[in-house]
């Protein structure tokens, strides 16, 4: 079992910057692949970024070179560093942990920190 658990989200201007952490509990950290996910009022949760095991990432278009997701694997923390933030970003952003082998799949998720860019 792994406990996720986020935090850093907050108030912030358009164009500024907030960087989220994912604290997890368990010593095998390094195995699972993560991502930031967002949810706003009255829409479903989207993808927002991955890494893999291997520290590969991807990221949802619409925050391509403004956010960078990054693990650190010996303090079990995933981060999401996002700059240049938009009014459209506002939204709770939750972390995920996922892992299937052998028939045996692992996902767990945070409790959410919001995010709100206004002016």
């Known amino acids: 079992q792994v406990h996720l658990v986020e935090s850093g989200g907050g108030l912030v201007q358009p164009g500024g910057s907030l960087r989220l952490s994912c604290a997890a509990s368990g010593s095998r950290f390094g195995i699972y692949t993560m991502g930031w996910y967002r949810q706003a009022p009255g829409k479903q949760r989207a993808l927002v970024a991955i890494i893999t095991s291997a520290g590969n990432t991807n990221y949802a278009n619409s925050v391509k070179g403004r956010f960078t997701i990054s693990r650190d694997n010996a303090k079990n923390t995933l981060y999401l560093q996002m700059n240049s933030l938009k009014p459209e970003d506002t939204a709770a952003y939750y972390c995920?942990?996922?892992?299937?082998?052998?028939?045996?799949?692992?996902?767990?998720w945070g409790q959410g920190t919001q995010v709100t860019v206004s002016s």
């Open positions: 995920n942990f996922y892992r299937s082998l052998n028939g045996t799949t692992e996902d767990y």
